[in-house]
């Protein structure tokens, strides 16, 4: 007899109310933890209630930086990082099996007051995040913020830049980021910290190795060179302070987790654990981890301990690859865990992602609606030598991820021909559940990408992760990237903008680009073209320029002595590993709002030179006056200029053709390293928080209008011919050697997907994006009677979760405009 | 007669220097609680940077070298950059002060940073 | 004066008594959980809310 709970679950599942039968099949604990989580990303721009700002490490970090200002960068940042760790507050939730968090309360976000004094004013300009007592904290606040004014990296940064590329770059208009570590996207040095060979016990006494060579030859006969020695001698001194630290601070949980056991908990199973999470601090980030627990909790310490140094906006990682081998041992070898046991780890290790909170200044808020950062976890995948890399673990990763639904982490996975079915299923049954995740990319396709644009030997490409949502970078020592560049991400909208203005910023009343000619004057489309040619390089160059130099002198101006620790390279030449000596080079642009160059170029061409039907003082006018008064003309440039995704060579040539000239141009420009700086269109939500930076373009759209969706994805209902037809024109470039990545979104009808027959469509659309060799796609499967209806009741629909771009979010957490962005796209049909 | 080393970096240099005293002066509570009565924030001509809410922003109509604290104000209408001003900035002099009405200190919706003041000082303020 | 290492909250180090944590339970709107913060025996409570003597 079927019971009244299966009934029910039978139901939830047949209304494909997903997020229902996620809390009906989740274990007690794993519910619990889901649910205990405060969540730190933004509804649109503003945080939620109750979310407060952490004062403890402000405080503690400035009062150690203040007693250290003899020392140089790495060691006084080391030592102050040292003074949080030993004395900021810590805690242990209830159920929890991982401990970890980087603020002293469940509630509260991080703030990084060295980083840059702009968001030190906003954090205190905040509404609804100021702690109580309101008075006491304001006061604190502001005598932190007066310490840092103009001694952040920012500020330090600030007074070397050119002055005119500053004041361009910090207008927020044509790109943004932060060009400083404190708010990169750091990867690390996986293959030298999470490989199981080697504990912070054992780099200190390798780091001691060094010390004493270094020691024995400053003491013997002097030349030129022993001077670097010097130097690094004193940041070999910063990395040992920082592991010791950070052994101490695990041991802090060690002794909480015995404290509670035998003190507080009465359960004697709870007690048990305790116990199990007291042993489990002792050994790591100590020694090397031997269960899965212990390999979920190093990993876990390093990601927390590298944000108590600086806001890590990503987080590179692989989990199912490093941590498999201790899944394999755990359920399959040694059996100490059942496969339910190991599940509500795998769950809680993503839900313990999902708790990180760090104040977001307002642009990344709304560029990030609904997460704190693009934690896009790589899954899948391939072995150094080829072979396929899913394991158990992966398929525990797609299972974990539909009972607790969080927005962040999401996967990204790397498809190859190997990929058995029955991940492919798992994949799929994510997606059908409407994670919005994983991704999906193409990993024959992304590694040949990687050894084109930086010379990674393949073996080491093979090891890619997604460096933030889309940009894949090896986890080895030359090969991993410390400061993901954050700040090269253009608002490309602008060149195409610029080409028809002069170069003139009609919406912030500032020349910002290159004079490139009177539009009203040109004659015919080649003239455009190389206007489009000029302001596109130089908003390449001017966020490049100003990055380049962020990372140059990173090591002066900020120092990451925790990063460098763990990383071989550093560890190995006593450099700080944002030092760009070293790495081979990583970088690209992220092409934000970049279809409307392809959409617009081919407007004017057609409407304008071929068709004859407007001059160009009519379009300009008509821009100027943001189409205002030439409604008319406007629905004309919307619906009979050609648009991209409709596999129309007229349109899809243009697009090549830009995507060429920027592919030239990306091997001209240099990173730090000497490598090259290739494009990558995707958007997040920058579409929304850009709609009122962007004038009226040739497209159709006004200021104020939401820009398309992004990367590569036509503008939302304007790809009319199908989903082949959207293939066919993402075909029409080369996914290797016209830039980094090409996002694209599509969205499927969840009705036409369900079942076995839903996954075999499915796989044969798979199959044809393989073959046509795109790197990347992601599918939104909730149908809009679902999002209209959590429209209209948020709280009912609290769970519901979008993909938005190179993110998931929960649906009720994105702006309207956000919102109905996602509703208008094309469900397309298979 | 003194040598005078050439001026570089023009207005651009004048506007990062302007940005950069906004955010080093020791300013204290009082300093960053206090809105006058007639604020740059509370006017129709000022644009709120779109990089963050620390509360400066541009003047859509004056240039720099613009000066309207001093008595009488300097107005400068061209240039290729705009003056960089303050939230709280005091422009009780400035002749081209409009009131805005604020209707967006939300900013769940990501509104237009042109027209929002999402400072937490500027909540309680008329409307 | 009442000082830290008079209430039940204080947990001295094995190896230093001096110093050691104040450990609390807190149940705040969403979770439960215990929360540490290192202090010194010999520091005041006498304003501390949740000092409670041993």
Redesign the interface.
């Known amino acids: 007899m079927v019971n009244a709970a299966t009934k029910e679950l039978k139901k939830h599942e047949k209304d494909q109310e997903w997020w229902w039968v996620a809390e009906k099949t989740r274990s007690k604990r794993l519910d619990y933890l889901r649910k205990a989580v405060w969540k730190k990303g933004a509804i649109g721009g503003a945080y939620n209630p109750g979310i407060k700002i952490d004062l403890e490490r402000p405080i503690l970090f400035t009062e150690a930086w203040k007693e250290n200002d003899q020392d140089p960068m790495m060691l006084r940042k080391a030592k102050a990082i040292a003074h949080v760790l030993e004395n900021i507050s810590i805690f242990i939730t209830d159920q929890a099996q991982l401990v970890g968090y980087i603020g002293s309360l469940p509630h509260t976000i991080q703030w990084y007051p060295e980083g840059a004094s702009i968001v030190n004013e906003e954090v205190y300009n905040e509404p609804g995040t100021v702690p109580e007592p309101k008075e006491k904290s304001l006061k604190i606040m502001a005598e932190i913020n007066d310490y840092w004014g103009g001694q952040t990296a920012i500020d330090k940064l600030g007074r070397v830049l050119n002055p005119e590329d500053l004041v361009k770059y910090m207008s927020g208009v044509i790109g943004w980021g932060v060009p400083t570590s404190a708010y990169g996207y750091a990867g690390k040095d996986y293959e030298y910290i999470l490989t199981g060979k080697r504990g912070f016990e054992d780099i200190i006494e390798e780091i001691d190795g060094y010390m004493d060579e270094a020691e024995k030859r400053t003491s013997g006969e002097p030349g030129p060179d022993i001077f670097p020695l010097y130097d690094k001698m004193l940041n070999w001194e910063a990395m040992q302070i920082i592991l010791e630290a950070s052994i101490n601070f695990a041991g802090r949980y060690a002794r909480l987790a015995r404290v509670i056991s035998e003190n507080f908990e009465s359960n004697p199973k709870r007690k048990e654990e305790l116990m199990r999470i007291s042993e489990t601090c002792e050994q790591v980030p100590a020694k090397p981890p031997r269960t899965l627990q212990e390999s979920f909790q190093f990993d876990w310490f390093v990601q927390t301990l590298a944000r108590f140094e600086a806001y890590e906006g990503s987080m590179p990682c692989r989990p199912d690859y490093y941590h498999g081998p201790y899944y394999d041992k755990d359920v399959n070898i040694d059996k100490r865990l059942t496969k339910e046991e190991a599940l509500d780890l795998v769950g809680e290790f993503m839900i313990r992602t999902y708790e990180i909170g760090v104040f977001a200044p307002r642009w990344a808020r709304e560029g990030l609606q609904g997460i704190t950062g693009t934690w896009v976890w790589t899954m899948g995948g391939v072995n150094k030598d080829g072979s396929d890399a899913c394991n158990d673990l992966t398929i525990a990763f797609m299972q974990a991820a539909r009972l607790v639904r969080v927005s962040n982490p999401t996967f990204g996975f790397r498809w190859h021909p190997g990929v058995k079915d029955e991940v492919m299923r798992e994949c799929f049954e994510c997606i059908r559940h409407g994670l919005g995740y994983p991704s999906m990319r193409n990993d024959p396709i992304l590694v040949e990408n990687t050894v084109y644009w930086y010379g990674h030997p393949v073996e080491e490409a093979r090891t890619w992760v997604h460096q933030a949502c889309m940009s894949p970078c090896p986890t080895t020592k030359h090969g991993f990237q410390p400061m993901r560049m954050a700040s090269a991400t253009a608002n490309t909208a602008k060149m195409v903008e610029y080409a028809l203005s002069d170069g003139f910023d009609r919406v912030v009343q500032m020349q910002m680009g290159p004079k490139t000619g009177d539009p009203r004057k040109f004659k015919d489309f080649e003239e455009l073209f190389q206007a489009w040619t000029a302001q596109m390089e130089w908003l390449m160059n001017i966020l490049v320029r100003t990055v380049n130099l962020g990372r140059a002198k990173d090591p002066e101006f900020f120092g990451r002595p925790f990063l460098s620790a763990i990383s071989e390279r550093s560890v190995e030449s006593g450099l700080d590993a944002v030092s760009p000596e070293g790495e081979r080079g990583n970088c690209w642009v992220t092409f934000f709002t970049w279809v409307e160059n392809a959409d617009s170029l081919a407007a004017v061409k057609k409407l304008v030179f071929d068709e004859k039907k407007y001059t160009m003082d009519d379009l300009i006018t008509a821009l100027e006056a943001d189409w205002e008064g030439h409604e008319e003309m406007r629905l004309d440039f919307v619906n009979n200029a050609p648009k991209w995704g409709n596999d129309d060579d007229y349109v899809d040539d243009i697009m090549v053709r830009c995507l060429k000239e920027v592919a030239r141009h990306s091997h001209e420009i240099k990173c730090p390293s000497g490598n090259n700086w290739p494009a990558l269109p995707e958007n997040v939500s920058g579409n929304i928080h850009y709609a009122s930076l962007v004038g009226a373009l040739p497209n159709g759209r006004r200021l104020g209008d939401a820009l398309y969706d992004g990367g590569v994805s036509p503008g939302p209902g304007l790809d009319k011919k199908g989903p082949s037809a959207v293939l066919k024109s993402c075909s029409k470039f080369d996914h290797i050697k016209d830039g980094r990545a090409f996002l694209l979104n599509q969205r499927l009808s969840p009705t036409q997907l369900s079942g076995e027959k839903g996954f075999k469509l499915w796989k044969s659309y798979m199959d044809t994006w393989a073959d046509l060799g795109l790197d990347h796609v992601q599918f939104n499967m909730v149908d809009d009677t679902t999002l209209r209806a959590a429209q209209s009741d948020p709280e009912k629909y609290a769970e519901v979760i979008v993909r938005v771009a190179g993110y998931s979010a929960h649906f009720v957490d994105i702006s309207r405009k956000t919102q109905d962005n996602i509703i208008q796209r094309t469900v397309v049909g298979l | 007669m003194a040598r005078k080393r050439k001026t570089r ?2 207005d ?2 004048q ?2 220097d302007a ?2 005293k906004s ?7 009082e300093g ?2 206090h809105v006058p009565e007639i604020a740059c924030g509370k006017c129709k001509k000022f ?1 709120e ?8 922003g ?1 003047c ?1 109509v004056l240039k720099m070298g613009s000066d309207v604290t001093k008595e009488p104000p300097v107005y400068i209408l061209e240039g ?3 003056l960089v001003t303050m939230f709280n900035m005091d422009t009780s002099k400035c002749k081209y002060y409009e009131k805005m009405a604020i209707i967006d ?10 027209y929002r003041r ?4 500027m ?1 309680n303020l008329d409307k | 004066m009442t000082t830290c290492n008079e209430c039940t909250n204080f947990f001295p180090l094995e190896d230093d008594p001096s110093t050691g944590d104040c450990v609390q339970r807190v149940v705040d709107p969403r979770q439960a959980y215990y929360k540490a913060k290192p202090v010194d025996e010999d520091t005041d409570a006498s304003k501390c809310d949740q000092f409670q003597k041993k």
């Open positions: 970096g023009g651009w240099a506007i990062r940005q950069a955010r080093s002066t020791a300013k204290g509570v960053r609680e644009s940077n779109a990089y963050g809410s620390d509360g400066s541009y859509t290729e950059a705009s200190t939300d900013a769940t919706e990501c509104a237009d940073p042109h999402t400072q937490r000082q909540a």
